[in-house]
């Protein structure tokens, strides 16, 4: 069967210490999967190795059957294999969707689009909007992120992942840290964001 990422053999080692150990995995489009072990398993050095953020040691990537090991790590989220981190990665003191806004503009390669007209801006607004309602933020939008309840803002970068258009989403212990209403509100959002997908 076809997989939109595959990994072989992928090895991790740190000055002799093995972090991650021969893995193998095949992903097909619309299916969720779960990475799980313990503290210290190797979830977060495998996400980095899938996104460049580490070379392997060993071992080979492939997105829709084509080798991305060599590739830079902007290049992959260009692909459209996008992470979000285990430490919250969003603007403390920006708004939701000023957050959303930034990840928009990132997906279009500038960070600063002074010269459009305010247009142009409206329509970033409009869409920034859209991803706020998609993960149930859309009364947040112009509340500071440091203001948000924790599980709020977990899902707020859920929106920024969403804003770059991402065909695979590694989201790094996205309920960590959560209690068990979070927990859910997330886990259905994770399901929702894949469309009807199976697990
Ligand atoms: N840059 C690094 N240099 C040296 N050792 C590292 C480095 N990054 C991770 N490690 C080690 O690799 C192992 C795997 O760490 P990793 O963070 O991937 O685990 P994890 O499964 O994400 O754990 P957690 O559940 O705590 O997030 C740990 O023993 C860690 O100390
Ligand atoms: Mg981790």
Redesign the pocket.
């Known amino acids: 069967m076809s997989a939109i990422l595959e990994v072989r053999n992928l090895t991790k080692q740190?000055r002799g210490?093995t972090?991650v150990d021969n893995i193998d995995l095949h992903v097909e489009e619309g299916h969720i999967h779960a990475l799980i072990?313990?503290?210290?398993?190797?979830?977060?050095?495998v996400f980095n190795l899938l996104t460049k953020f580490l070379p392997p040691t060993r071992g080979e990537i492939l997105y829709r059957g084509k080798p991305i090991t060599g590739m830079k790590a902007n290049d992959i989220a260009r692909l459209g294999l996008v992470r979000s981190f285990?430490i919250s990665a969003v603007f403390a003191h920006m708004t939701a969707l000023e957050n959303v806004r930034v990840a928009l503009q990132r997906k279009l390669g500038t960070s600063f689009h002074f010269w459009k007209s305010e247009k142009s801006l409206d329509h970033l607004n409009e869409r920034a909007l859209e991803l706020l309602d998609e993960v149930g933020l859309r009364e947040y939008a112009d509340v500071l992120t440091v203001e948000m309840p924790y599980g709020r803002k977990r899902a707020l970068e859920i929106a920024t992942t969403l804003a770059l258009e991402p065909t695979v989403m590694l989201l790094d212990?996205p309920t960590q840290g959560m209690g068990a209403e979070d927990v859910d509100r997330i886990v259905e959002l994770i399901r929702r964001v894949a469309g009807g997908v199976q697990c």
């Open positions: 740190f210490f972090a072990g313990p503290n210290g398993a190797g979830k977060t050095t285990q212990e």
